[in-house]
């Protein structure tokens, strides 16, 4: 609280009074003062003010809750991590990766939204799978989801031994999660597209996000050929609370040529592998209709190939406020596709543009899309600035402490998340 200053209204001053001896205290009474003020903490030993969550000069991950959280495998050995030693119960450490509320506040306080509708589930978990023979591609994704993306609060998901030691040595939030994977068991690799094991991961990644929903919590999937350039909760919301959808999700609408599924009675038009969620009874559903098609062996146990058969039943697209509600009162969860990462198409490409476009508000992020193998990928991610740890998991640039510098890009300046033509909806 400031001070009051000094003349100029205020109560009238009181007269001037002689100062007076006070009495000697009696030695009992100061001996206590004496010993109360030895005792009592210096200045120099009070802790210190918590930080607001959107101050992250000085907090690596932007949390002050989770300071480690973007490279948490470079974490001092003698520094306690609390999601460590929870990888065999789910529940306590989506307790502790989530946080309160009050963490996620202030990220929508500027974000305007229809009234009238049920408030916004403002706790987030962002959830990924690893093998440990992809860990560059995980640790790179979640370095940049925490340092980029603003987006502290994920869980690591692992399926098998080898890799969930790997999680464990790079001290991330991991959960075994095994039992989200039935009747099937995996070996650490780099499982390609199209495997038995890589279906396995991807039924699994869907049934740990149907879990979660049930413990009302907004959902955000991702895969770990991702690079997070903006406010990850912040450009999902603008969707959340501009058009009240249910869900985002990203377009797979490729360019002509491509045609990597058979057109079996459906549009391959949206991509199974990024995703934001609230939960409600209609994602619920959906995800129910979505886990059963798994074992539709038309659909060769592609997870993306069920997600696109199941429009207009489960769900619908909306592009303003009054889609998303007629969708949600037919019983169908609404689904807003953000823009492609280049125009007319979300297919990797071999450059991002122009100067400066890993800032282009159409991307809060980028996805290797349309192309398979990670051997391409590694190369892809080289050629577009995308690699921000190296091959031992250092940070590769000075906002990490890393040698090559400043990022030529990266972080975005005036960072207000992406897709800000939601702001001009037009209903």
Not at 246 to 257: I, M
Not at 284 to 307: H, K
Not at 329 to 342: D, E, I, R, S, T
Request: proline letters at 7%.
């Amino acid at each position: 609280m400031a001070r009051a200053r000094g003349g100029g209204g205020g109560a009238p001053e009181q007269p001037a009074t002689r100062a007076t001896a006070a009495p000697p205290l009696p030695l009992p009474m100061l001996f206590l003062l004496v010993l109360a003020t030895a005792c009592a903490p210096s200045a120099r030993a009070l802790p210190p003010r918590r930080r607001l969550l959107d101050d992250t000069s000085v907090v690596v991950g932007g949390d002050p809750h989770h300071p480690h959280a973007a490279m948490p495998w470079a974490a001092p050995p003698e520094v306690h991590l609390p999601w460590e030693g929870l990888q065999h119960d789910l529940d306590k450490l989506v307790e502790v990766m989530a946080g309160p509320p009050e963490l996620h506040n202030s990220t929508y306080a500027d974000l305007a939204g229809p009234q009238g509708d049920a408030r916004l589930q403002l706790r987030w978990i962002t959830m990924l799978t690893m093998t440990g023979a992809l860990r560059r591609f995980a640790a790179n994704c979640i370095y940049s989801l925490v340092t980029y993306g603003r987006q502290p609060h994920y869980v690591v998901a692992t399926f098998d031994a080898s890799s969930a030691a790997e999680c464990a040595r790079m001290r991330l939030p991991c959960v075994n999660a095994k039992p989200f994977m039935p009747n099937h068991d995996l070996e650490d690799g780099q499982h390609l597209f199209g495997s038995a094991a890589a279906s396995a991961i991807w039924w699994a990644k869907q049934r740990l996000a149907h879990h979660l929903l049930g413990k009302n919590l907004t959902v955000h999937g991702t895969d770990i050929d991702v690079v997070y350039y903006r406010d990850v909760r912040k450009s999902y919301s603008r969707a959340f609370t501009m058009l009240r959808a249910d869900a985002v999700f990203a377009s797979e609408e490729g360019l002509d040529e491509w045609q990597p599924f058979p057109r079996d009675g459906y549009i391959n038009h949206m991509n199974a592998g990024v995703y934001a969620v609230q939960p409600n009874q209609r994602t619920m559903d959906f995800f129910a209709a979505w886990i059963n098609g798994s074992t539709d062996p038309r659909s060769g146990g592609n997870d993306q190939i069920v997600l696109n058969k199941l429009i207009l039943r489960s769900y619908a697209l909306c592009y303003s406020h009054t889609q998303c509600r007629l969708t949600q009162l037919q019983g169908m969860m609404a689904v807003w596709k953000h823009p492609h990462f280049w125009p007319h198409t979300s297919c990797i490409q071999g450059s991002l543009g122009e100067e400066g476009a890993h800032c282009d508000k159409r991307r809060m992020y980028l996805h290797f899309l349309c192309e398979a193998g990670w051997h391409v990928k590694t190369q892809s991610w080289d050629r577009l600035a995308n690699w921000l740890v190296d091959e031992d998991l250092k940070s590769m640039y000075a906002d990490g402490g890393g040698p090559h510098g400043p990022h030529p890009h990266l972080p975005c300046a005036n960072d207000d998340g992406a897709w800000d033509t939601l702001d001009h909806r037009i209903d």
